[in-house]
């Protein structure tokens, strides 16, 4: 199976600064047809399903504020919060869609300092 | 609006069987793979596998194949997962999600939990 690994495990950051958070693939999850990396963000607060913020590495699904931004090189791949508001705080999940099994990494908790 | 409902919870003795619902709504129901995703308490997520609504045919992870059986009915837009030979450690909430065009979960279910206790 495709293996996602996320650092760190928990982060505390303040308000209004910058927030990263890293996951690695254990393979590509690139798609040569389209040029598209099959992986994606996901935001979870508690009692709360899932919510999709990114998808294809780094495209901003409707309505989620421009705060959140998503980058790649090769199987690396990064989830920004450009400014942490008091609402970011949750887990974040990366998510391999490439291939089944779809494997999440093991998720990072977001404080606030 | 697209809406994904699940059932309530469920307590369940080892060795028993859960039957999941998960009735779709505000969307083309046969267009849109969904897939199952668990949560143990305090844990991250683990797929457990999809269904395509449309011909039924269904890919599970390795780990469930044998236990669990995903099925649909198109005459009420409704998904079912099956789990059986229920374990303590399938104690968990278990969630169904919309696999979008572009491959993500774009809507989820509000997740059901299944309690394993003897």
């Known amino acids: 199976d495709l293996v996602m690994t996320q650092s760190p495990d928990s982060l505390a950051v303040s308000l209004g600064e910058r927030a990263t958070i890293n996951c690695k693939s254990s393979q590509s999850v690139l798609y040569s047809s389209n040029n598209k990396n099959y992986l994606a963000w996901y935001q979870q607060k508690p009692g709360q399903p899932p919510k999709l913020l990114i998808y294809w590495a780094s495209t901003r699904e409707s309505g989620v504020p421009d705060r959140f931004s998503g980058s790649v090189s090769g199987t690396d791949f990064t989830l920004t919060i450009s400014s942490l508001q008091a609402e970011d705080v949750a887990v974040y999940y990366c998510?391999?869609?490439?291939?089944?099994?779809?494997?999440f990494g093991q998720g990072t908790k977001l404080e606030l300092k | 609006q697209v809406q994904l409902v699940q059932s309530g919870a469920e307590v369940k003795k080892p060795g028993a069987s859960v039957k999941v619902s998960c009735k779709a709504s505000?969307?083309?129901?046969?267009?849109?793979?969904i897939h199952w995703v668990r949560q143990a308490p305090g844990q991250g997520l683990e797929w457990v596998g999809i269904i395509n609504p449309g011909s039924g045919s269904t890919t599970y992870a390795q780990k469930f194949q044998g236990r669990v059986t995903m099925t649909r009915d198109t005459s009420t837009s409704t998904i079912y997962m099956d789990l059986s030979s229920l374990r303590f450690e399938d104690t968990a909430v278990y969630y169904c999600a919309r696999e979008a065009p572009m491959g993500a979960f774009d809507y989820w279910g509000q997740g059901t939990l299944v309690t394993v206790s003897s």
């Open positions: 505000g969307y083309s129901f046969t267009s849109y793979y």
């Open positions: 998510q391999q869609y490439y291939t089944t099994p779809y494997t």
